[in-house]
Structures are given as C-alpha cells and as structure tokens.
C-alpha cells in the first residue's frame, strides 16, 4: 500500500492499532466467559461430591449467619469468580474503537486539506488508543481476579467435603 504523506501514514498506524485493540478486549471477553464456564463447573463437579445430608443445620459448624467458615469460602470464591467474569464481559466502562466519518463529510464542507484531516484523524485515534488502554488493563486485572477466585473453589471445596 502506498501513502501519500506522512500523515496518512500516521492515520493507518493509528487506526490499525484500534482495530488490535478492539480484537484484545474481545480476546479477554471471551477468556473471561470461559472462566465463568469454568468456575461454575469446578462448583458443580465438587458439589456432586458432597456427602449427602453435609449441609444439614445439625452437622454445619457455627460460623457466620450458622454457616461454616468453609461454606463461605466456597460461597466467596464462587460468586466472586462470577462477578469479576461480568465485569469483564458486561464492558462496564465504555471504549472508543471507530472515528467519526462525520467529521470527515463536515471538513470536506469547509475545504479542508486531506493531509490536516489524515492529521486530525490520527491524534484522535491516538487519544482513543490511550483511553481504551486504561479500559483493558482493567478488564485483564478482573479477567485475573475471576481466574484465580475460580481455582481457590477447589481447596475450599475439598475442605467442605473433608
């Protein structure tokens, strides 16, 4: 591809890095469904390994609200998991991927040069780049959190069955 100028150079190099950007924070999305998966079936294979009548009022230790210390554990890390994987996957904090062709119709309104609106566009893309950067750093630190919290179910499981 040939550019005619330096500052459609910058434009592509700019646009290109919102389009991996986008293709990272869906990357994360979806690691961050399958964690979810994964938490609930880390739950769901240990809970069929519970002994039956293990949760009865006579047999659970005292503990908070009469529910042992193990019990929460389980509860903790499990919803826990659960929610961090929704705070990723929900986009709770909004990203910006796409310019605005608008502007672009608008600037050709006003004879603007296309190099200046290659230039506008570019630093644009780049105050975007640096906003969502902030967003995905976020969503890789909770993506973390679910990770983790889903595993810890495992030995909070094994002390709920032992």
């Known amino acids: 591809m040939t550019y005619s100028s330096h500052a459609h150079l910058s434009f592509e190099i700019a ?3 919102l389009a991996n ?3 990272d924070l869906r990357g994360i999305r979806n690691q961050a469904s399958f964690a979810a998966a994964l938490s609930g079936l880390i739950a769901s294979v240990f809970s069929s390994l519970v002994p039956d009548g293990q949760f009865r009022s006579d047999v659970l230790a005292l503990g908070w609200l009469g529910v042992s210390v193990e019990i929460w554990f389980v509860i903790i890390s499990f919803s826990g998991s659960i929610a961090f994987a929704i705070r990723v996957g929900s986009g709770w904090k909004s990203c910006t991927f796409e310019l605005n ?4 119709i608008n600037t050709s309104n006003i004879s603007r040069d296309l190099d200046e ?3 506008i566009l570019a630093i644009d893309a780049d105050e975007f780049f640096d906003k969502n950067e902030k967003v995905i750093s976020d969503a890789r630190t909770n993506l973390w959190f679910a990770i983790v919290l889903g595993w810890a179910q495992i030995p909070a499981w094994l002390l ?3």
């Open 15 to 17: 646009r290109s890095q």
């Open 101 to 104: 062709p608008r502007f672009v």
């Open 117 to 119: 609106v290659y230039r």
């Open 21 to 23: 950007r986008k293709e």
């Open 160 to 162: 709920v069955i032992f």
